[in-house]
């Protein structure tokens, strides 16, 4: 018999060994595929060019996450393989009692891996191009392409790269082979059956105790992305609460490794009921020996959740409330009375023109006709109105005795800085033009408007220790203890740090820093828009263009970053999270499968002693749901404050509706992981059949 055949024999005489391993080749396969074809089925799409420059960046992000999955994908196919090499090491101590070389092994081995290879390919790729085509119509519904020439997809530079990098992992997986096998002793392949783990047994009074310290430092965490989310004012703050959570993740399977079974055996009624004793045991034992890996496929089904819930709810969560958020089809802005040095507002300093600071003294509308727009063609319900500024209110003149607290919070923060003034006329009349609420304040007083979730609590507390103040000698209080909701720029999400409204008195034309249009474009139809908007954008080719600095906005180009933002965070989330599910429930599925080759020969033991399959079956089920819910309940636990933390971020980009999201991890959930928990119950049941 050829060494070939007897590859070949050998797979088919171990197909149930290889169960687990095709599955995650298989899953690997074509989720790789379906993530890496997306570039070709963005570039098929009719979109704009600012849409395709953003597919353009994802694309680009895409093939830099696919380097890291295939490093994920790549320890796991080499982990799932050092599985199969300790189930098979009886099989290779006798080719070697019969007088087979190690070459010869690796041979055999090196056919195998060369058939599960091309099959899990050939298989996996079939059903990541059919897949991938349900993919192209999420891409498509993402970013709102047409879909009426929608067409089949295969994305031959995906389908390379899928066999390119697979192909690396396969030779790993090779030379780990031949590496393992030229190692091996004949004395080790043959007794290693019977080798048995040595375990330490804990003291259950000091597990108890590490238990409740472990609580504490998790309830803690708990409450500071929850209740304590206010006095993370910088971002490195968030540290604390992650390291408490890694750390008590530990000490909890540390301690319940510990004391579980204590418990248990406390319970004798229960304790000596059928197969209840081995089976706490063979749990104990696990749990035991794995708290390091239950840690980690805990905290990666963490990550997987909340990445998952995030990542699927964060473009509706962008894209909601831009109707509220950028109410108009267009927002000019001109910068006013500018000097020689400009710093715009990415904080450049520029050198200006005589021309362009002559021009920055014209009001917008003038600007306009000088570069041959008229507003009156193409817009309709045109509002223009002026943005003051001066050195007499500075944030640090605003924030009162909080002044301290903001500085040490934000060390980066230019206290210095002017705050933006408008009257109350023109806000108001802005406020109905968005929607918002009017203000009404007497001669000395203000209000202070903004939506930004963190700088409204800094403002509050200065408006609560009523903080005056001073504009051209006069001094002016709070009306409202707190801030008002409200904006001036449109744009895709909450990001107004404070405006603040005065009396019309109050401000001088001196002051005037910016002029601000907004208008609707003065057209029905998408397409009529969509010209308009080309014009408006094509000022800048305009000859006196070079005289006038115009920041144009508009409704398409925030709803298509929005949307770009979106689709990319969704598709990055998916294909990382699904990985690390896949990770999770693959290391848990083989470790189980460890242990079920490892006690085979207790399971005979039973079967000697009475014990039925009913029975065994029944214990050995309890011993994987237990192995595979543990780190998963105290995962969901994670998640429940992972997701409120999350649902904070999301707020402020516009929605906290994470219900659908939710859903959807969680039958990505049941799919993958009761997948793998299926497979890993049968094929451990098919190990302990063995006589």
Known sequence: MTLFKLSLKNIKKSIKDYTIYFFTLILGVAIFYIFNAIETQTVLMNVSKSTYEIIDVMNHMLSGVSVFVSFILGFLIIYANRFLMKRRNAEFGIYLVLGMSKRKISLILFFETLCIGFVSLAVGLGIGVCLSQLMSILVSNMFEADMTKFEFVFSSSAFIKTLLYFGVMYILVMIFNT????????????????????????????????????VCMLAYAYYLVSGGLENMQMATDIFVPIILGCVSTFLIFWSLSGFILKIAMGRKRFYYKGLNSFTLRQVSSKVNTTVFSMTLI????????????????????????????????????????????????????????EEVRKDSLLPMKESLKRLEFDTDKYFKDVMDFYVYATNELTISD??????????????????????TIVKLSDYNELAKYYGLEPLSLRDDEYAVVADFDQWVSIRNDGLKMDTPIHLSGKTYHPKYKECKNGFLYMNASHVNMGVFVVPDQAVKDTMIEENVLVANYNATSKDAKKDIEQTLLGLSSKPYAENTILDITTKLSIYEASVGLGAMVTFIGLYLGIIFLISSATILALKELSESTDNKERYNMIRKLGADERMMNKSLFRQIAIFFLFPLVLALIHSIFGILFCNQI????????????????????????????????VSSKNIIKER
């Open 650 to 681: 999301l707020l402020a980009m516009g929605s906290e509706q994470m219900l659908n999201s939710v859903t959807l991890t969680v039958i990505f959930l049941v799919i993958i992981y009761g997948g793998y928990f299926i497979i890993t119950y």
């Open 398 to 419: 605003t924030l009162g005795d909080s002044l301290p607290k903001v500085k040490q919070a934000f060390p980066l923060l230019n206290t210095n800085a002017t705050e």
């Open 179 to 214: 590496f393992s096998v030229n190692k091996c002793k004949l004395i080790d392949l043959l007794s290693f059956s019977k080798k048995s783990e040595q375990i330490k047994m804990k003291n259950p009074w000091l597990c108890v105790f590490v238990f409740i310290v472990a």
């Open 298 to 353: 805990c905290l990666m089904l963490f990550v997987t959740i909340c990445v998952l819930s995030s990542s699927l709810s964060i473009k509706n969560s962008m894209t909601e409330n831009l109707k509220s958020l950028a109410p108009a089809d267009v927002q000019l802005i001109k910068p006013m009375n500018i000097n020689e040095d400009y710093r715009d507002s990415h904080g450049n300093l520029h050198k200006m023109t």
